[in-house]
């Protein structure tokens, strides 16, 4: 029997310390080149996009990668090649954590619309907002001292 999966992820993480040095229009660099790993890994994705001081991924995982490692590539892959082209000028990295959530491939059409108007959602409400309302939506519980 072959491995079947239909698993929809939101993959949400941010700069380091929240710094806002994700300028256009170098982000189509960064979000091409994290696309190019994600195709590398056998991964689909549908949509990436966000604001200044983070980034959402919407992404099916192939079922022989795991959501932990894929990101920690992700990131470091991204980080060195932010810093080796000089894409951002303040980029010190990319925030510790991440945030997963999963979705019914029902969502897909309107998580893609909701990645692609980060920059309209922004203009009311925080990351700090979003990712806590992600965070309760989905019932993760947490602790608001370990959100910058």
Not at 106 to 125: A, T
Request: a neutral charge; proline letters at 1%.
């Amino acid at each position: 029997m072959s491995t079947y999966t239909q698993i929809l992820y939101q993959i949400v993480f941010s700069t380091k310390n929240r710094e806002r040095t994700l300028i256009n229009p170098n982000c189509k660099e960064l979000f091409k080149y994290i696309w190019g790993i994600l195709k590398n890994k056998q991964c689909h994705l549908y949509q990436i996009g966000g604001v200044e001081d983070h980034i959402h991924i919407v992404s099916h995982l192939h079922p022989s990668v795991s959501l932990s490692s894929l990101i920690k590539d992700i990131k470091v892959a991204s980080s060195s090649h932010v810093k080796a082209q000089m894409l951002f000028e303040n980029f010190k990295g990319w925030q510790e954590g991440y945030g997963a959530f999963t979705y019914s491939i029902k969502e897909k059409d309107r998580l893609i619309e909701y990645v692609k108007n980060q920059e309209e959602h922004h203009k009311k409400i925080s990351f700090r907002e979003e990712y806590i309302a992600l965070l309760n939506e989905h019932g993760i519980e947490f602790d608001e001292k370990y959100l910058l």
